[in-house]
């Protein structure tokens, strides 16, 4: 881990339920390859995680079992490894690149910019050769100006000690917010073409494999894959492995197809293993060994989990190559000024762990101080000040509010637009639309205006890419501490010696239980190694709005100025013009010296919290 990496926290833990082909998979590390440096249960970087795959490779070897490791994803943006240098992930494709994955494939954020999507072509692409795949991708080639696929469709392979057959494809959802240097076929498109129809009737196989970033549950896009290759295989186990809703997830397609997703920036390691897996040779047909087992288990990322799951101490744990990658992260981390301050955060701030608006809640932070203060310094006149609550993407810890910080809490490079002069009566309506709530939705303007076609790439599936889906609350526990004990009683009883570093007393914690995930998913409860005590989290809305300068009546209020991030314009242009007010991108001006969020963030608190 990095020097400043706090220590990670003894805790009970939950083995891994080892089998005859093992996975380890990420997805959505968002540039935290150096791990989370302010929370001890998540601090492992990736080079403990290039150690960690290493040792369960040689237990494979060892017993004669196989271990794949697969990444799905949003590999970027979000954490100032990769966007604090310039060009940006500098530094993250060497880091990146000496993990041995056996599946690698895109997601949306490789997607939003040319230079990141060509950075794909350039690097992670030949970096990962014939592990790169791209079903439903294809890019501009830089070179040459000619569209071709980004990589290749699918990849077929025999594993090393079980020889199992693998069909693999690797899918992104059907995303449209992408730059027009790459294009994404609709998955429901891709499954009906020829290449696809052909490996999935390929009978020489003994595992379909799915990597992606694509949810795994209530995915339409999960969903189709899975009727596909069920329609032409009924007995050949398939295997997903999911990303982007950023949540720890195991979804049951049926009894023999499973798909699990990993979280979020590097605080979990997913763990999959299928056990049954083979075929035999009858005399008229090749048949599955037995009925395959599938389990899984989420792993938190520090050292004291992947010490105990690989059997190993601080001494025999970290491998060379992994010592080499977390120095390699530190260096580039110093060059970079990370660690630098702005200021000192007086107090935490949650993005999805306080309820908003409050005190604790980094939105009304924004709304209240931070948009409100920076917007008072370009005009007097009244503005509502409008934004995505997707370019918010994490927690504010008190302390040091660093170079890093700004990345971690809104990493994008958008600005801010004004419109100026619009009617209050219309301005007024605008957020209660984009966040879908009034008596007009804006999914279904969004409907009608995909059938008119008059506004481009708008369908229904468009608002959500406004903000990221939040954590299904559904999915998460919202017990007490004292469950979370009792959870222990339970898992003694129930398990005995799985339960690893067993606690004093009769399996109750001497410790109270340190907050963390406590998921539930179509297993049961049993999936978190680490036994924590529950987080609650809290939905917020798609956008958030701040006031400024408005008269104590807004009775006689004509006109508003109305300042958006950027990214969300499309959306503001078409909510205004449902509410009959007309603009386009014309009307539009910068504001706020064209400084994007997190330079927004940065002069803040420079200003504003002094250490
Ligand atoms: O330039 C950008 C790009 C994205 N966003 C927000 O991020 C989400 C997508 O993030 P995921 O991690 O894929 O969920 C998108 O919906 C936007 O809300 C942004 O604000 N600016």
């Known amino acids: ?48 995680y290039i150690s960690f795959a290493h040792h369960l490779r040689q237990r494979a070897d060892e017993d004669g079992s196989d271990l794949l490791v697969v990444d799905t994803g949003d590999r970027v943006e979000g954490n100032g490894l990769y966007d604090a240098s310039n060009p940006k992930g500098h530094y993250t494709f060497d ?6 994955i056996d599946i690698i494939t895109p997601g949306n954020h490789e997607l939003y910019k040319q230079n990141s999507s060509n950075n794909e072509f350039y690097h992670t692409v030949p970096n990962y050769k014939d592990a790169y795949i791209a079903s439903n991708l294809d890019i501009y080639n830089p070179k040459t100006g000619k569209l071709q696929p980004l990589a290749q469709r699918y990849r077929k392979f025999t594993t090393k000690n079980q020889g199992i057959r693998i069909m693999a494809f690797g899918f992104l959802f059907n995303f449209q917010g992408n730059a027009n240097n790459t294009v994404v076929q609709r998955v ?92 035999e040779k009858t005399s008229s047909d090749i048949a599955p ?6 389990k899984r288990r989420y792993i938190d990322n520090n050292l004291y989990s992947l010490y105990r799951h690989s059997g190993k101490n601080e001494t025999t744990f970290p491998t060379d190559l992994g010592r080499n990658v977390s120095a390699s992260i530190s260096a580039a981390r110093k060059q970079l000024n990370l660690d630098h301050a702005y200021g000192c955060a007086p107090r935490d701030y949650w993005l999805n762990r306080a309820p908003y608006p409050s005190e604790s809640s980094i939105l009304t932070w924004l709304e209240n101080e931070v948009l409100t203060d ?109 469950d979370g004990i009792e959870l ?85 242009l078409l909510a205004l013009r449902f509410l009959g007010e007309s603009y386009g991108v014309e009307d539009v001006e910068t504001t706020f010296d064209g400084m994007s969020f997190t330079d927004v963030l940065s002069e ?8």
């Not at 082909?21 to 935290?32: E, Q, S």
């Open 374 to 482: 920076t917007a008072k310094n370009y005009t007097k006149h009244p503005q509502l000040i409008i934004t995505n609550t997707g370019a918010m993407r994490f927690d504010i810890f008190k302390g040091p509010f660093t170079i890093d910080t700004t990345f971690l809490v809104s990493p994008f490079t958008s600005g801010f637009h004004r419109l100026k002069n619009v009617p209050y009566k219309a301005a007024k309506q605008l957020l209660q639309l984009l966040n879908n709530e009034g008596k007009i939705m804006l999914s279904e303007m969004m409907v009608m205006s995909a059938v008119h076609r008059d506004l481009g790439k708008f369908t229904p599936r468009a608002l959500y890419e406004l903000a990221p889906p939040n954590p299904p609350v559904s999915r998460w526990t919202q017990q007490t501490t004292q």
């Open 95 to 100: 880091v990146f690149k000496h993990q041995k």
């Open 188 to 279: 429901e498109d891709t499954i009906k073409e020829m290449w696809f129809k052909e490996a999935i009737q390929d009978k020489d196989v003994d595992l379909f494999v799915v990597a992606g970033h694509v949810p795994v549950s209530d995915s339409h896009e999960s969903d189709a894959i899975f009727k596909a290759i069920r329609s032409a295989n009924w007995d050949t186990p398939i295997a997903f492995f999911g990303g982007h809703t950023h949540i720890r997830d195991y979804h049951k397609f049926d009894k023999i197809a499973y798909g699990l997703e990993s979280g979020r920036y590097m605080e979990t390691i997913g763990f999959m293993s299928i056990s049954g897996l083979g075929h």
């Open 1 to 48: 881990s990095q020097p400043s990496a706090p220590e990670p926290v003894e805790a009970p833990l939950r083995k891994l339920p080892w089998g005859q082909l093992n996975w380890l998979a990420t997805t959505d590390t968002h540039g935290w390859h150096g791990g989370h440096l302010q929370e001890p249960q998540y601090s492992a970087d990736w080079g403990d």
């Open 289 to 294: 060994l037995k009925t395959p087992e599938f």
């Open 488 to 572: 222990i009683d339970t898992l003694h009883r129930e398990f005995g010696q799985e339960v690893l570093g067993e606690t004093a007393g009769h399996g109750k914690p001497d410790k109270p239980l340190s907050p963390g995930y406590t998921t539930i998913d179509d297993a049961g409860k049993d999936g978190d190694d680490t036994i924590h005590a529950p987080i609650r989290f809290y939905d917020v809305p798609n956008c958030i709005q701040a006031e400024v300068s408005f008269p104590s009546d807004k009775k006689d209020l004509e006109t508003v100025d109305i300042v958006y991030n950027e990214f969300i314009e499309r959306w503001i």
């Open 604 to 611: 803040w608190v420079h200003k504003n919290w002094a250490c």
